[in-house]
């Protein structure tokens, strides 16, 4: 990805030396940051046996909003869900009370008190939102899952009901919501901020509290094959997803291509009027 020029034109990866296995990136359109500044990435190193680590910008829109966007992905397998807890309970209080950084001093002093107007985090958080497990999100203060408050399905974003390579690749069936969208509102830093950042000053010199900041839409991506390029592949794609389960004794080789064996989310964010 790092490579490819044609999303480079559209988008562009805050800076960081990307170097582990399992790693992240944050990707910013281009035409939507305050005078083209490319925010500095910031490391929040969290307690891993593979290697994960989150990761965060400090964003100013070209509107004035100062957004925190984060992504993690965290530990795999089901073994370790207290290394998921101990992950998002090092995570959770560094987006919520970090002061806002920017990459232009000028900026970096009139803010180096002040928290973001919104943080989100994002990823794959290995741990389905229906399990005992997400007590770590759902009772977390001023963290809002995005899914369940726009959209009344399941959501799962791995679902072998649905993507065969993936069940091609690891045949047990499965569906869970381990891909996320969080908003989370930032707090106060001392007892002489509560109120004077719970609402934010933005370039206009309004204020608005982070709560109105809300999604207004959600969707999975990536749910369908990519086109079919080959003789077999098209075969493959006539035929119904239970036949063409049954015939994959052959292993990968005739199964459809998808964008990866996770779903995607795409979401929308209301700015505060």
Not at 1 to 14: A, D, N
Not at 209 to 215: A, D, E, K, V
């Amino acid at each position: 990805m790092l490579r490819c020029g044609s999303l480079q034109r559209h988008y562009l990866p805050v800076p960081l030396d990307h170097n582990g296995y399992y790693d992240v990136v944050i990707w910013l359109r281009r035409g939507c940051l305050a005078r083209d500044q490319m925010p500095d990435a910031h490391v929040i190193e969290i307690p891993s046996y593979m290697g994960r680590r989150c990761l965060y910008a400090d964003v100013t829109l070209s509107s004035g909003w100062r957004v925190r966007l984060a992504t993690v992905h965290l530990e795999s397998t089901g073994p370790e869900g207290p290394t998921r807890k101990a992950q998002l309970e090092t995570i959770f209080p560094v987006l919520k009370t970090t002061p806002w950084s920017s990459s232009s001093s000028e900026q970096a002093q009139n803010a180096s008190r002040s928290l973001p107007n919104i943080a989100v985090l994002t990823g794959d958080f290995n741990l389905c939102a229906s399990s005992e497990e997400n007590v770590t999100v759902a009772c977390e203060p001023g963290v809002v899952d995005l899914w369940p408050t726009l959209e009344p399905g399941p959501g799962w974003t791995e679902d072998t009901a649905i993507n065969e390579m993936r069940f091609a690749a690891k045949p047990q069936h499965k569906q869970v919501r381990f891909d996320r969208v969080l908003i989370i509102h930032p707090e106060a830093l001392d007892e002489e901020q509560q109120g004077a950042d719970s609402s934010s000053t933005i370039a206009d010199g309004s204020l608005s509290s982070s709560s109105t900041w809300r999604g207004t839409r959600i969707a999975l991506l990536g749910t369908t094959p990519l086109p079919s390029t080959t003789a077999v592949e098209e075969e493959q794609a006539s035929l119904s997803i239970p036949t063409r389960t049954a015939a994959m004794g052959s292993g990968l080789a005739d199964v459809r291509v998808w964008p990866s064996d996770h779903f995607g989310l795409v979401v929308d964010i209301a700015l505060p009027l």
